[in-house]
């Protein structure tokens, strides 16, 4: 079982760039998927993007393709989302949660049922 925690949230004037981080503990996330999500009020969770841990394979949704940059370090088994060019409607609790693709033909997937584990999510506010 994997444990996970975000962290890098914060407010954030429109144009601007933020890093969020990942860290997983108790397990490798070379086993895993790794996804973002986010969730604003009075909203359904949004799948952003996600990697297969073990070869890098990326998605992303259209709404943040081309600002939004999913990455992941090996060493440190963490997964980050760069986020560049933000908007007022980035504005979310952003969450990362992993799914165990080991031994399976998935891959990083964006809807949120395919996950098992998520983290406690961080706050991303986007306003001047």
């Known amino acids: 079982q994997v444990q996970l925690v975000e962290s890098g949230g914060r407010l954030v004037q429109p144009g601007g760039s933020l890093r969020l981080s990942c860290v997983a503990s108790?397990?490798?996330?070379?086993?895993?998927?790794v996804g973002w999500f986010r969730q604003a009020p009075g909203k359904e969770r949004e799948g952003v993007s996600a990697?297969?841990?073990?070869?890098?394979?990326?998605v992303y949704s259209d709404s943040v393709k081309g600002r939004f940059t999913i990455s992941r370090d090996s060493a440190k088994n963490t997964v980050y989302l760069q986020m560049n060019n933000l908007k007022p409607e980035d504005t979310a609790v952003y969450y990362c949660?992993?799914?165990?693709?080991?031994?399976?033909?998935?891959?990083?997937?964006?809807?949120?049922?395919?996950?098992?584990?998520w983290g406690q999510g961080t706050q991303v506010t986007v306003s001047s």
């Open positions: 990697i297969k841990y073990s070869d890098g394979i990326t």
């Open positions: 949660a992993a799914d165990k693709i080991l031994g399976t033909y998935r891959s990083g997937s964006l809807s949120a049922l395919t996950y098992d584990y």
């Open positions: 108790g397990q490798t996330l070379n086993y895993y998927a």
